[in-house]
């Protein structure tokens, strides 16, 4: 079977000890795509860095609702030169979070706006962060729909949010808080057709049960998998295989 982590963080410092063997452990353990994602400059760079070095890892870059800073006019300026990078499959993540974030809603749609023109202009995918903001964030992307769509990375639980996205053309990536003991997460998984469907891990976070506390790695993508399989009453190859076509397909991966 040949697993796809639509949406990890080998550029997170927890990993910086050891990320180089655990990379090569995923791809040794089924683990045979990776997209490391970008939230902020120096954390799109490390990912673009590490697509260079590792076949199976590939980027993406962007600012996201929690790395706003006063120079993020320049920073937004700086993401569309990387993006033309070879390996950037992406623009993300990007988006909106009123759960960290409530003090500056405005530069947040504004920033998720202009990072949704340089999708277009390089006709590239968007990957989306939402959190609390699921009426702005559907607002934005019917009234700046990217060419290419994109994903809901780690998408919320909410049913809302969910039918909005699929019908604007958006594929769903479901992570480890589907396994939550709490999460009533089957309605949701229930929501998304076949051909819409991603797994992630977002590691270093939201490792699944029994693991949840600990620090998530891409291996754990296959217990994601596993649950999306019971819910779907499919097999967990055929899950493996769906999810990972999928991916290959937003993501334009020959």
């Not at 023109?117 to 934005?140: C, F, Q, S, Y």
């Not at 309605?187 to 049960?209: A, G, M, W």
């Not at 998998?225 to 993501?251: C, G, H, P, W």
Request: hydrophobic share 35%; charged share 30%; with cysteine.
């Amino acid at each position: 079977m040949d697993f796809f982590d639509s949406h990890a963080h080998y550029n997170d410092e927890r990993f910086l000890e050891n990320r180089d063997n655990l990379i090569k452990e995923m791809y040794e353990n089924e683990i045979t795509n990776i997209v490391c994602s970008g939230y902020n400059l120096d954390s799109s760079t490390d990912a673009i860095n590490l697509s260079k070095s590792f076949p199976h890892i590939l980027a993406t870059c962007g600012i996201s609702p929690n790395d706003i800073t006063q120079d993020v006019d320049k920073d937004v300026e700086k993401i569309e030169l990387l993006a033309k990078e070879d390996k950037v499959v992406a623009i993300g993540e990007i988006g909106l979070d009123y759960y960290w974030n409530k003090d500056n809603k405005e530069k947040q749609r504004e920033v998720f706006i202009a990072q949704i023109d340089i999708a277009n202009k390089l006709n590239l995918p968007i990957v989306i962060h939402t959190r609390e903001a699921t009426v702005d964030t559907i607002e934005i992307l019917k009234e700046n729909l990217p060419v290419k769509r994109g994903v809901f990375h780690c998408c919320p639980l909410n049913q809302e949010l969910i039918k909005e996205g699929l019908k604007l053309g958006f594929y769903i990536s479901f992570s480890g808080n589907i396994t939550f003991k709490n999460a009533k997460s089957e309605d949701c998984i229930k929501l998304v057709p076949l051909d819409r469907l991603l797994i992630e891990t977002d590691s270093p976070y939201l490792s699944p049960e029994p693991f949840r506390g600990k620090t998530n790695t891409s291996l754990n993508v296959k217990l994601v998998a596993k649950k999306i399989a019971e819910v779907k009453e499919l097999s967990l190859s055929e899950v493996a295989k769906i999810t990972n076509e999928n991916a290959k397909r937003i993501f334009e991966i020959k």
